[in-house]
């Protein structure tokens, strides 16, 4: 896909060689990556226990058909043989993150054979129902949650080496000795996060959907929130600069929690390509490492927004200026990828950087990619008046202003009001969200846009609540206050009604099996980029808490 | 199936309490366990390697149809992306029994995924060939040794929890990630046994098929001597005292290492049953526990026949004199179980007792059942008189006279030579061996029987190794050295012929698939009560090493 060499730990340990002249950050590289190692943060562990032993009804009426239905306390699997019960499903009660363990003992005679179980761990009731193989998902079957487990003496107690992400837990009996009885108890899960305070809770008076959101919304993140920002506890388990922006936007407004977000801006920058771009994702275990060649266009250059974000909410200047090279080097991204016209190369873009804004096959996304290149540089040049190095981006100004320019002649239609790229007509969501997000759309052409696309028929809707964040952005951005409220309530109180105590990272409000990896029990559902309630409804009181 | 109470460490616990006036052993039972403890003894470790990367060949004059043939060296496997291989078996080219570890690691690209794996680990080809569900057998499905691991984090090294007992092991790729590939590297098995010296070899003169028995035989005991002598390694990886027994034997010729008798005698003596009578196995972990109510009568009685030999063979009087009580104890169960007229009650006795001497429901065992307790009694009389004990005993002399008149009256046929029990007329070789080794026989009639055997149509063979190893010695104590050792090189040579490298816990030389828990990859293909060529071989040089 591209040009550049991988990097990682190994080759953080050849800084100090004679090949560190083809290292942009050759002299800050390890320091960087001592610094997030400091800001590292312990883990709160909380041991939970099952609440109710459940069984899944199938009920077309529940999300993805399948209901959690209570039978029994939790507590009655102590006292009964579960040779006899074979396979039953645990409720904790909550999304958990954590290790989970579990206690044999024999109720009579000595246990003469060892025993076999499937664990199989679920955030949502289908992961507990549907049978994973044959499997059709693209990404690895390992991601799944099922774990057999063989006990070869009892008594015992065995804590699975993988940490899991759930609130159901289905137990099935795979191999036992007809010559003795035993039972399960001690069964448990040592919850861990980097979360150690809890907000303010909301007004009384706020709207009761609006509570059970933010509630969901502090979930996720806190759940989110381990070593570093994870994107998801169950998939992938790790920092991707996207989800870091919001997260540290969520954060910002309800955890203060900033050394994580410090944290993870210096490891990204530590673990950057040797060019000077930064690489979209870092894979922490078992040492950190970035995913080499994963270079996201948005996500390198919201880097410099998080970092804006990251000053202000603290003012700690001197990760600023630690990591002000960094911000400064992605510019050029939008430098090097840009026609003469002002409009984004988004065909030169495409053969280096993979760009995202949605999991949607179908989006065209040449005016996105403007609008978010000019959202960025204007967030960039803040940074630059905070740290007081206007100078080095002298440039910015201008080429806002010619971008914005470009934009405005390229790709809006006065007739209809709405933003589409060159090369298509599609008429998006994105489009017109990072238009206005960008300021190159006015609050009024904004409202405009947004309220017209009510009206288009075949209009590209957001896939995923990472858009869907900016489309609420982007209406409070426009003054569509009640819009932004409603939106919110809709979208992200439509999963709180279909039973999320946690976001997911896949949601379709017509749709329950959507996944983008051809299988949704693969789907995270307690996501990062679906935490951001969190954020607006405390940012925005007047809207949100009235 | 009785009335005893089971024992056990919880038990042991108990033993200074009030309870303490219901235990037959109540004054001694805690210090034999210490001293059990104190015998237990450290395990040697030893690396390893697989040799070569083989396949299954499915081939119809190969034992169970399965055929390993060689296809690449094992070091291959280092060099190789393992995700185009999805599947190897790997041979270590000898049984171990020990801890399995491996390696994984990128050949490129950071790991971005999770990777699930199935182990299979077999000690003969169709262990690994084999499907092994849906799961016939009758013993717990866990005893199967297939583990299924999630790799969370790469590289990593991984080491199974589990202790396994193989030659073979096959590896299924079952989850990945198609962005980077990987490649599986270091696997090794830290081989374990408690076995620390090695028998002189036997002479260079010996039959080529004696020194290879010799060989497989002792890598049978050295794989099964742990820190107990276990029955064998893959299952049920515990002790029990007809192994012990044969075990022991075997010990005596080439490791010479008693205190593993030692502690096992102990431990046998310390968790008996409250009653004084033995428990006929002990599981070691997760701490030594006998099976509660698990009576055997051959192996109650075999214990002091054991007991004898560590004295003959140590010179240990200590140990003899602790535990004579317990000897003494066991030679009630013939006292309470015989009839007025000198022949064991086999009806009552059957009530009690799990009367075994071999794996065939259709044997009947009236007249093995006289004739090992005979042996017993006369075993036992010969400890007394080793500890000075003969008055404690009494009565065994006559008694002995007795049963062997009453068997000699009521059992023997004169006019075919053939002993029978009273209530079938089943012919078998187990009455035959046990009449023999009891003394009932005169070695002219012994010889008389055994070879009257071989004409005999509908004669009840022996069906596993253990009641071979009797027969053996019914031949040598007949004086019929000759068939003993073509007897020897015919059956266990048998094994050898087939592959074997550690005999089995089942062989009919007619069957490959005999099994007796309906499921022949179940079956133990490294047990103990087969190592015993060792003992004849070395006990007998004017036989076996001609």
Redesign the interface.
């Known amino acids: 896909m591209n040009k550049f060499f991988?990097t990682?730990l190994l080759g953080l340990l050849s800084f100090t060689t004679a090949s560190l002249a083809q290292d942009y950050y050759a002299n800050a590289r390890a320091q960087w990556f001592k610094k997030a190692e400091a800001c590292k943060p312990a883990l709160t562990l909380t041991e939970k226990r099952p609440q109710h032993i459940v069984e899944i009804a199938n009920d077309t009426t529940a999300f993805q058909h399948c209901r959690a239905v209570q039978v029994a306390p939790a507590t009655s699997l102590d006292t009964t043989s579960f040779g006899d019960k074979k396979e039953i499903i645990l409720d904790f009660g909550e999304h958990i993150t954590g290790h989970f363990s579990f206690a044999v003992r024999t109720t009579?005679?000595?246990?003469?054979?060892?025993?076999?179980f499937r664990f199989t761990f679920g955030e949502v009731p289908a992961e507990v129902s549907v049978p994973f193989d044959p499997?059709p998902g693209?990404?690895?079957?390992?991601?799944?949650q099922d774990?057999?487990v063989?006990?070869?003496?009892?008594?015992?107690t065995i804590t699975l080496?993988?940490?899991l992400a759930f609130r159901y837990v289905k137990i099935e009996l795979?191999?036992?000795?007809?010559y003795y009885q035993f039972n399960l108890h001690d069964l448990k899960c040592m919850a861990s996060t980097s979360v150690t305070t809890w907000p303010e809770p909301l007004p009384p008076t706020t709207d009761p959907i609006i509570r059970q959101i933010d509630q969901a919304g502090l979930n996720t993140l806190k759940e989110c929130m381990q070593t570093v920002y994870e994107d998801g506890p169950k998939r992938?388990?790790r920092l991707w600069i996207g989800d870091l922006y919001l997260e540290a936007l969520g954060n910002t407004y309800s955890f203060k929690q900033h050394d994580l977000t410090k944290r993870c801006l210096y490891l990204l920058a530590a673990l950057s390509d040797t060019t000077g771009h930064l690489l979209a994702?870092v894979?922490e275990?078992?040492v950190p490492?970035?995913?080499?060649?994963q270079f996201l266009f948005e996500y390198a250059l919201l880097y410099n927004v998080a970092l804006k974000d990251y000053l202000e909410a603290t003012g700690d200047r001197t990760t600023a200026e630690d990591l002000w090279p960094v911000a400064k080097k992605q510019l050029d991204i939008v430098r090097e990828n840009m026609r003469d016209n002002g409009l984004m190369d988004y065909e030169k873009l495409e053969e280096t950087w993979w760009v995202f804004f949605d999991w949607r096959e179908e989006l065209h996304k040449e005016a996105a990619t403007q609008g978010l290149a000019v959202f960025a540089l204007r967030e960039s040049y803040r940074l630059a008046e905070l740290l007081g190095h206007e100078k080095e981006v002298a440039d910015l100004p201008a080429l806002i202003k010619k971008m914005t320019k470009a934009a405005r002649k390229h790709m809006y239609n006065l007739a209809t009001g709405l933003f589409t790229g060159t090369t298509s007509e599609q008429v998006s969501y994105a489009s017109q969200i990072w238009m206005i997000l960008g300021g190159i759309a006015t609050p009024k052409e904004g409202q405009r846009a947004l309220t017209a696309l009510r009206t288009i028929p075949d209009v590209c809707r957001p896939g995923t609540p990472y858009l869907y964040h900016y489309y609420i952005q982007a209406l409070l951005d426009c003054g569509m206050r009640q819009e932004a409220k409603q939106a919110l309530a809709t979208y992200w109180g439509g999963m709180v009604e279909k039973g999320a105590d946690t976001f997911w990272e896949t949601y379709d409000p017509q749709d329950d099996f959507l996944s983008q990896y051809n299988f949704y029990p693969l789907n995270s559902y307690c996501h990062a980029w679906s935490c951001t309630p969190v954020y607006f409804i405390r940012k925005y009181p007047e809207v949100f808490q009235r």
């Open positions: 991988s990682g009579g005679l000595a246990a003469d054979g060892p025993l076999r499997y693209i990404l690895s079957r390992a991601w799944l774990e057999v063989t006990v070869m003496h009892v008594p015992d080496p993988r940490r795979l191999g036992y000795s007809p992938d388990q994702t894979i275990q078992p490492r970035a995913q080499d060649k």
